[in-house]
């Protein structure tokens, strides 16, 4: 059997992301929720303190959200019964799968996060991610599903890694490699589920970091047939995908320039030409 044959196996056994996110993706969640009930002792949760003991202030940098990767071998017999349940068995990806994934793809893997000081609890949780390049020893996929953990929640650490964001995954840390069923939702929506959702540059006075490849909605203030979007960089594209009552969602596209960009809504009226309607600034990152 060849291994495009056996990519094909996988994909069609696997289904979609969706069904991933119904099986042991909600296990976990119901895991962490668990977790969250439980009492936690106030000496565990020092508010200016560092782990040496000696009280001194935090810089920011020391209690921001951060985390590692999940050892897969070490992934919970009941988790893993989840994904028996929802495919019929569990078995990590071998080389010959990931060497031919495509950008068509995602990989599932499991983050673990960082106990720091003020948050001493970890949090566990398994991320979507779209493949971009393979590589010998990793494969780089953006992150395509919004994590719930990424910051911190009471005594819980969070694990800092967010949607949009490129990742290098090991390939020995990979839990599944999938091709998810093409989406029929079209329009609105078709890329998953918003990043972020942006009021106009000129009314909040802010400049918002975003990603390619992935969906952000703005606030319009009305929205007509004959409105135009532009953007002040040749090499910066971008995808207007659909409405949803006064949000527009939109993509930038992989391959997009990074750094500073500003995107403005204008309508075209007939008789006065394109008058002002929004302004975006965007920071586009890799």
Known sequence: MTAMKTVGIVAATLATTALIGGGAYWFYKRRQKKKDEEEVDPEDLPNDADDDGVTEPVTPDEVRPRGGFMDRNTLPDDVKQKFVEAFGGYAPPKDEILD?????????????????????????????????????????????????YSAHLGSHAGHGFRIGEMVEVPRGVIIFAAR??????????EYGRPAGTFESSHV????????????????????????????????VRFELVGTK???????????????DVTLRALDRDPKTGLVFVARWNFHIEP
């Open 100 to 148: 031919n994934l495509t950008q068509e793809d995602v990989v599932l893997f499991g983050v673990k996060s960082e106990p720091v000081p003020g948050y001493p609890s970890v949090r566990e949780e398994i991320l979507t991610a779209k493949v971009r390049t393979v590589e010998d020893t990793v494969i780089r996929a953006r992150i395509s599903e919004p994590p719930l």
């Open 180 to 189: 998810p069923k093409p989406s029929e939702v079209k329009g609105y929506g």
């Open 204 to 235: 909040s006075k802010k400049s918002y970091d975003v990603h390619p490849g992935t969906p952000y909605d703005l606030v319009m203030p009305y929205i007509t047939d004959d409105i135009e979007f532009h953007v002040d960089r040749e090499m």
């Open 245 to 259: 009552g006064l949000r527009q969602q939109i993509v930038f596209k992989e391959g997009s320039m990074h750094g």
